[in-house]
C-alpha cells in the first residue's frame, strides 16, 4: 500500500469517527431542544468549544501571514452558521432528512472539484441515495427547516473548502484555534441576546458536553482528515452522515424511515466506500505530513 493511500485511508476512518460525532451531538441536542432550544444549542455548543481550543491550543494569530489569518476567520465564520442553521433545521424535519439535504454541500464539492471522471459516478450514486433518503416528491417536509437544511449546505461546501486550506496552512490545531473562537462571537451577536438571559448553569454544563461532541472533536477530526484526502472524495464520503443520523435517529429517537430511504443508505454506502478508494492526496504540502506540531497540546 502506498503512503497515499494509506494516509487516505487514515483520512477516511478520521472522517467517519468525525461523522458519528456530529451525529450523536446533533441527536443529544435534538434529545434537549425542550430544554434549551435550538438556539441554546447552537450559541452554547459554539462558545464551549471556542473556549476550549484557546485554552488547551493557545491560537497565535498575529504569527500567521495575513492571508492565512484571513482564511482561518472566513472558516469561524461559516462554522458559526453551519451550526445555527442545521439546529434550527433539526428541529423543523427529522435529523435524517436535515443531514441528507445538509449533504447537498459536499456533494457539491465532490463534483466541481473531481479531476477523474470516473470517480464522479461515487457523487453521482450519492445523490440518488440523497433523493432516496429525502424522498422530495412528498410534500410532507416542512419548508422552512429544508431552506435552514440548504443554507447549511452551503456553508459546508464553503467549510470543506476552507478546513483544506487552513489544515494546509497552519500546523497542528491552531487553524481551529483561531477560528473557533471567531464562531462563538458570530454565534454571541446572532443569539447571545436571546440566549444569555435564560441561561443557567446546569444548561451552560449541557452545552459543555454537546460542544466536545460537536464540534470539538469532529471538527478537528475533519482538518486531519482533509490533510490526507481530496475534497472532492472528503465530500463524497460526506454522504455516510445521513445515513448515520437515520440510524441514530430511529434507535435513539424513534424517527422510523420508509422503505425507500433504506434503498438510499446502501447507495450512499457504496458511494462511500468508492470514494475512500479514490480518495488519496498527491499534493499534500510537506511541512503538512506530520499530524500534530508537538508544541501543542491536542483536546
Partial sequence: MTDARAAARTGALMALASMFCVQLGVVAAFSVFDRIGPDGAAWLRLSWAGLIFVVLVRPRPLQ?????????????????????????????????TASALEFLGPLGVAVLRSRNRRAVIWPVLALVGVLLLTEPWRSTVDPVGVAYALGAAACWALYILLTQRVGDAVSGLQGLAISMPVAAIVATVVLGGSVIPDLTWTNALIGLGLAVLLPVVPFALEMLALRRMTTASFGTLMALEPAMALVLGLVILSQQPGALPVVGILFVVAAGIGAERTGARDDRPPEQTRDIDPGYVVP
Avoid: Y
Fill in 64 to 96: 500567521l501571514p495575513r492571508r492565512d489569518l484571513v482564511a482561518c476567520l472566513a472558516l469561524g465564520v461559516v462554522t458559526a452558521f453551519i451550526t445555527i442553521l442545521f439546529m434550527f433545521a433539526v428541529e423543523r424535519i427529522p435529523v435524517g
